[in-house]
């Protein structure tokens, strides 16, 4: 192959009459979405079932045929449905390398609007499924290649790196930007890169080779090389040169933005349905030009990426080196006038607020599933008895729920509804029908998967719980309050004298807890696993409620008790009208005489900024799931300050606000709450159902010089900038918030951040501004698919405000973050009237050490072998979460007990897969890179884990131990 692809470099480079032939590698795959137009059943009965029947046959049958796959999700429920013919014939094809899986996770992630955490457990479980389930004997493993190819939202700058982390050396997108940009690319022929997207991670463990496709992966298709179209007719004698002429052209076309070979991906959405008739008319376009290679002269042949990826890489050719380089622009979409009535550039910036309650319900079941998983891991470490390979069982319900609502269809909120316009592209000129069967009502079928989930993952937490408890406990309810933001809510029978809470996280936590006692009691207090009894106040306006502060340590769970013989009961929270000084030995809150915000000082480091703060709605006439069109400022709404009032006690204070547009508008209540020992203002926007055409957005409106730069987190992974463009709309300058976003001035150490618990829209469009988009709802279309967004009910928007310096902020930015969005177990239990229960802890040591350093345990979890389900195995994933910072290290033994108690240890890749070394990349010119010959790639000797682990900033190191 090295000799045959200098000859073909050379001539390349020579061209003229006796070039040798332009190597084209073909390649076929079919997009299926796990749900959009139809739910996840629905397609697959319809649709997906025959594309995989008909292309595991064509392959076993033809040697010469190629295929890839993506989406694990179907093959998992096309197997069981299969005979063991079948199962053999994707064995072969899988092992022969005629069928290749790429990126391979339960289904094609969105990039931006999901969490990192999630993207790595639903890939990890397409590649557990593939490996425990076909179980082929391959030399290499079986996914190198990332493809992510419909991310119309924007490509995530943390994809690249969490692909390299998985093993992966090749990737695959489409170009999501601006027209210009596209331009430039072409000219450079930029369209195959390396990519060293992390400012962070080591490039020798975050660089990955990327091949973006330079329009869509459904060109070929649009050509009309798509025969499940019924208007395309097969190839035969009379029409084979015409369609030869086309794909020519189409490949001519694209050598002006590759450099090398071409790479023709083939397909679309849910294609090959009868992948017989698709590769026969291909096949007879195919030999046709092979026959006169002096009107083509090209080498077409069927290929999967891997077999492109890894002839491109053994030419002698330099390929640009791009860092950074954040896709989230959205797609600036060009709406035929004829359907609008006027011609507007769409930013698909709605996506990262639209279906705000579908966004949070995911968070909140993937957080469900981590404290769960945690639990298991607890339970088994403290020797209590757990039917661990049932309850793992019941877990694969959850972690098949998440997966499916991770896709790129889902979390953007862009999936057909109960009553809407479900034909894509229809406008409000030309709606189409209205949804009103079950096949379409995909809102509702991933919302009742997350419920299943929901219940799998609470029926295992509840029996962990109860295990946890001493032998004498009874009467144990759970909590799960998702809502309450940085509140753990309990309401407690009449018997139940105990609180038990559990932390999954690697840091020490104060939160405050909620609980309700027994009517009319005067003398309850609360008191510590110690019996010291602990401040509480009471609750103003809610009957026989108390609030209490309570510490859990890291990785562990504490017990308090409610005593009804105590000399005095809580203390009286006292109520004032207006808006009064919020102030703790951390932070300072003041308010201006019309009731908002004025200033926000931390105390600590002396940092003073001056801000307003308030809501506001956008009102549109246009726009829709997919694209933000703006087309006025948003609207300050007036705060009803004969309502405002002020609440204060010794656990917190906290101010309550109420806006309306109108006396008979919705009523949005804004709650801003400092609890007595925080360092950060938690804010909680109420949300009625929104008047239709509005959007409802917080606005900071600060005195930092911010030289029109915004930061947001990408995924929740690293942070990346954006610079405010005033030549673009509204919608053009809003990017998606995951976890974090921030301003800073330039000319002083001043920061002001938000933390999210769930995907936000964010934009700063003057400098000092910080806006961050929450609830929409739509009655318009923007021809992107379906529509309207109506989404009613009430909903809760959680978020955090931290003020300080630039180092300081971004040292504790994640783990105040992630302490609001992993929400405490809470359960209510009848303890034993003599024996103090004392913490349970993950290991032997309290983890203090840990706490000083911005670690983060990603995942701590039990799994079975996948080749062994007799056997089990404990997963740890840890990552230093703070960006720019001095290597972390942290103590393996300090997570799991001393590594003696386990019978191997190893380092795994992200997904769980072994570590091997993947292609390796030097220098060859100013940005430009070469890649390394293929065999030259040893594969490492595999170490034993070491107790101590070094940390580079955001990157994840990931572990397997054998029990």
């Not at 709406?335 to 910036?349: A, C, E, K, R």
């Not at 000082?601 to 997919?626: C, F, W």
């Not at 010959?933 to 054998?962: E, G």
């Amino acid at each position: 192959i090295m000799l045959f692809a200098a000859v073909a470099a050379l001539a390349l480079i020579a061209g003229g009459c006796c070039a040798a032939p332009l190597e084209v590698f073909l390649v076929p795959h079919s997009h299926c979405d796990v749900g959009w137009l139809k739910t996840v059943e629905a397609y697959y009965e319809q649709e997906v079932q025959f594309v995989l029947d008909t292309v595991v046959t064509e392959l076993d049958r033809d040697p010469s045929l190629r295929f890839v796959w993506s989406e694990v999700k179907w093959l998992q429920m096309w197997w069981p449905q299969r005979n063991s013919s079948m199962h053999d014939a994707l064995r072969r094809i899988v092992t022969n390398g005629q069928l290749e899986f790429v990126g391979a996770g339960w289904s094609q992630n969105d990039e931006v609007t999901t969490a990192y955490g999630d993207v790595v457990e639903q890939t990890t479980l397409g590649h557990e499924w593939l490996r425990r389930t076909l179980q082929v004997s391959r030399p290499d493993p079986l996914v190198r290649v990332g493809w992510q190819i419909d991310m119309f939202a924007g490509y995530s700058g943390a994809t690249p790196t969490l692909w390299a982390l998985m093993g992966y050396d090749y990737m695959v997108i489409r170009f999501e930007g601006p027209q210009g940009m596209r331009d430039v690319w072409t000219q450079e022929k930029a369209f195959e890169m390396v990519w060293e997207a992390s400012d962070n991670v080591p490039a020798n463990r975050s660089r990955i080779f990327c091949h973006i496709i330079q329009y869509n992966y459904g060109d070929m298709c649009g050509l009309g090389f798509d025969w499940d179209n019924p208007n395309n007719p097969a190839i035969t004698p009379d029409n084979v040169k015409q369609a030869a002429d086309k794909f020519a052209a189409f490949v001519q076309s694209r050598t002006e933005a590759y450099q090398g070979p071409i790479m023709a991906v083939w397909g679309s959405d849910f294609r090959f349905q009868n992948a017989s008739y698709w590769f026969g008319n291909m096949s007879r376009i195919i030999a046709y030009m092979h026959q006169h290679p002096q009107t083509y002269n090209l080498h077409v042949q069927y290929s999967t990426v891997l077999q492109y990826m890894e002839y491109l890489t053994s030419l002698p050719l330099k390929f640009p080196v791009k860092k950074h380089l954040d896709f989230e622009y959205g797609w600036p979409h060009v709406i035929p006038q004829n359907l609008t009535g006027n011609v507007t550039v769409q930013y698909q910036t709605g996506a990262p607020v639209s279906r705000a309650a579908h966004k949070q319900h995911v968070r909140d079941v993937s957080v469900l599933l981590r404290n769960t998983q945690f639990a298991l891991w607890l339970a088994h470490r403290q020797q209590v008895h757990v039917d661990v390979p049932a309850a793992l069982q019941k877990l694969e319900e959850t972690q098949d729920a998440l997966g499916v609502t991770q896709h790129h269809d889902s979390l953007p909120g862009t999936m057909s509804a109960a009553g809407s316009f479900v034909r894509w592209g229809g406008s409000d000129h030309n709606p189409g029908p209205r949804c009103n069967d079950k096949d379409c009502m995909v809102l509702e079928d991933y919302g009742s998967r997350l419920d299943e989930g929901s219940r799998a993952a609470s029926d295992v937490l509840t029996s962990v719980i109860t295990g946890l408890l001493p032998h004498q406990a009874a009467s144990m309810t759970l909590t799960e309050d998702t809502q309450a933001g940085s509140t753990v809510h309990i309401p407690m029978r009449a018997e139940q004298t105990g609180i038990l809470l559990l932390n999954s996280l690697l840091q020490a936590r104060s939160v405050l807890v909620q609980v309700s006692f027994r009517a009319g009691a005067q003398h309850v207090c609360v008191q510590n696993s110690r019996g010291a009894a602990v401040p509480a106040q009471t609750v103003p306006d809610v009957k026989d409620t108390l609030i209490f502060s309570a510490q859990v340590e890291a990785l562990s769970t504490a017990t308090y008790t409610l005593n009804y013989t105590c000399s005095s009961g809580p203390a009286a929270a006292t109520v004032r009208s207006g808006a009064t000084t919020l102030e703790n030995s951390h932070l300072q809150v003041t308010f201006d005489q019309g009731g908002l915000v004025a200033s926000l000082l931390n105390k600590d480091e002396n940092v003073l900024i001056r801000t307003t703060q308030y809501l506001a709605l956008y009102h549109n006439s246009s726009g829709g799931p997919y694209c933000l069109v703006e087309t006025e400022w948003a609207r300050a709404l007036p705060l009803d300050r004969s309502k405002t009032y002020t609440v204060s006690g010794p656990v917190l204070a906290e101010v309550h606000q109420f806006f309306a547009e109108t006396p008979t508008s919705p009523v949005y209540e804004q709650v801003l709450r400092l609890a007595h020992d925080a360092a950060w203002l938690d804010v909680r926007v109420t949300v009625p159902t929104l008047a239709v055409g509005t959007e409802l957005i917080a606005r900071f409106e600060s005195d930092l010089d911010t030289a029109g730069v915004l930061t947001s987190d990408d995924t929740g992974f690293e942070l990346f900038t954006h610079m405010r463009n005033d030549s673009l709309p509204v919608s053009g300058n809003y990017h998606a918030v995951v976890q974090s976003a921030h301003v800073r001035a330039v000319s002083s150490d001043r920061q002001l951040t938000v933390l999210s618990s769930r995907t936000l829209g964010i934009a700063s469009l003057r400098n000092g501004w910080l806006e961050y988009m929450m609830y929409r709802r739509l009655n318009s279309t923007d021809d992107q698919g379906p529509w309207p967004l109506e989404e009613t009910g009430t909903v809760q928007i959680n978020t955090r405000v931290l003020v300080g310096g630039a180092t300081a902020s971004e040292q504790r930015r994640r783990l105040v973050a992630l302490d609001q969005e992993v929400w405490l177990v809470a359960a209510a239990f009848m303890p034993t009237p003599t024996t103090p229960m004392a913490p349970l802890r993950a290991a032997p040591s309290p983890l203090l050490a840990v706490n000083e350093v911005p670690v983060h345990v990603v995942s701590l979890q039990l799994r079975q072998n996948p080749f062994n389900s007799s056997l089990l195995q404990v997963v740890v994933r840890v990552q230093c979460v703070a960006e720019h910072y001095a290597q972390a290290s942290v103590a393996l033994d300090q997570l799991v007990g001393p590594l003696t108690d386990y019978r191997a240890c190893s380092e795994t890749n992200l997904d769980l897969s072994p570590v091997r070394t993947r292609l390796q990349w030097h220098s060859s010119g100013p940005n430009l890179a070469s890649a390394t010959t293929p065999h030259n790639r040893a594969n490492p000797p595999q170490t034993a884990c070491s107790a101590k682990l070094l940390l580079a900033p955001l990157d994840i190191r990931t572990f397997v131990l054998d029990l």
